[in-house]
């Protein structure tokens, strides 16, 4: 599947122009030019699509880690979209195949896969994949309940009026609080809108490249991924993304308390109001059952597009195991101390 010459171009646009934008945004803080009302409007637009990826496009949508009431999985789709990160079916099936195939051929954003494990790898997992269709998913394959969802495909297809949206609203709001000045209007365009894709899509890809790249790993699972404490708040918990994959349905990524993780808090927010239910939860006893743990079936060899069934996905063996028991193939399985 040939990306063609217009996508790359409103790609190669979603990049470039938010950067432009970061240093407009810089030359005029440099001058003061900047005021309370922009600042808020970045914040504000950053949490509130940042929570419409990591509590909408990936907790939910990706992963089912909790159900919600119709209009908060609309709202968080809707504002997952204003995040133009692409459209929801699309981001669906590229992180399912992620997890299908993790560091392994057929990961659509490995760091340590064609381009190799170097600086090349880790800028081809940052944002170099989002040009390689070829690598991509087939959301009718990947995202077919996303797809016959009638209210998530219709906010899917109305993706591009969505993104625009997102950058103009910021500006609008600039405008109306800076008392209807086309200063106002410009500010708010840059800081809400801008400003804030610049850090959120940076922040998003970060998980893609940083989290399989270097930090932190607690289980024996057989890929790269790893937790990044650095990373907690701006990606609001998605960086413990090493937790993640081990059990990839859990509503927490950050599984210890000093783990801090926003999206989880929001989830935990709209299951006491009442408006989210089923939330998948990992017991401590699972946690340290799976740490201890070095060899396991491999459960998540396959490619099917949905999570399996059961809470957590077991780690894989590790290559260094499967090695040893390749030379001694008849020996039963003893574990390793870790
Ligand atoms: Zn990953
Ligand atoms: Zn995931």
């Known amino acids: 599947m040939e990306m063609s010459r ?3 171009a409103i790609n190669l646009i979603v990049i470039v122009v938010p950067f432009v934008g970061v240093i407009f945004a810089t030359v005029m803080l440099w001058n003061r030019g900047v005021d309370a009302i922009d ?3 970045f914040l504000v637009f950053y949490v509130l699509t940042g929570f419409g990826i990591t509590v909408g496009y990936h907790r939910l949508f990706t992963h089912r880690a909790f159900a919600a009431k119709p209009w908060v999985s609309n709202t968080l789709a809707v504002l997952g979209s204003m995040a133009l990160e692409g459209p929801v079916a699309d ?3 590229d992180h399912r195949k992620h997890h299908a195939h993790t560091d392994v051929e057929g990961d659509p954003h490995s760091p340590h896969l064609g381009e190799g494990s170097g600086l090349r790898g ?7 994949w989002i040009f390689h269709e070829e ?6 394959r990947y995202a077919k309940d996303i797809l016959e969802d009638p209210s998530l495909s219709l906010i899917s297809r109305q993706f591009p009026a969505l993104a625009v949206l997102g950058v103009l609203l910021p500006g609008l709001l600039g405008y109306a609080l800076h008392g209807f000045e086309i200063a106002g209007l410009l500010t708010g365009l840059l800081w809400g809108g801008l400003v804030r894709l610049f850090f959120l899509h940076h922040v998003t890809w970060s998980i893609n490249s940083v989290c399989h790249f270097s930090g932190t790993r607690r289980f024996p699972l057989e890929d790269h991924s790893t937790n990044v404490f650095w990373l907690a708040i701006p990606s609001l918990g998605e960086s413990w993304h090493h937790n993640h994959h081990a059990f990839p349905r859990s509503a927490e990524h950050g599984l210890r308390r000093w783990e801090l993780d926003p999206s989880a808090a929001l989830i935990r927010l709209l299951a006491r109001a009442g408006l989210a ?8 006893e699972r946690q340290s059952q799976l740490e201890a743990e070095a060899i396991v079936d491999d459960a998540a060899s396959d490619d099917s597009p949905l999570p399996d069934a059961t809470s957590a996905r077991l780690p894989r063996r590790t290559r260094a195991w499967r090695a040893l028991r390749a030379l001694v193939p008849k020996k039963p399985a003893t574990k390793p101390s870790v």
């Not at 880790?122 to 170099?128: I, S, T, W």
């Not at 239910?277 to 401590?284: A, T, Y």
């Open 39 to 41: 600042l808020g409007l």
């Open 135 to 140: 690598d991509r998913a087939d959301s009718s």
């Open 277 to 284: 239910w089923n939330l998948v939860e990992i017991s401590p």
């Open 91 to 93: 981001w669906v099936a």
């Open 122 to 128: 880790l800028f081809h997992a940052h944002l170099g």
């Open 6 to 8: 217009l996508d790359k």
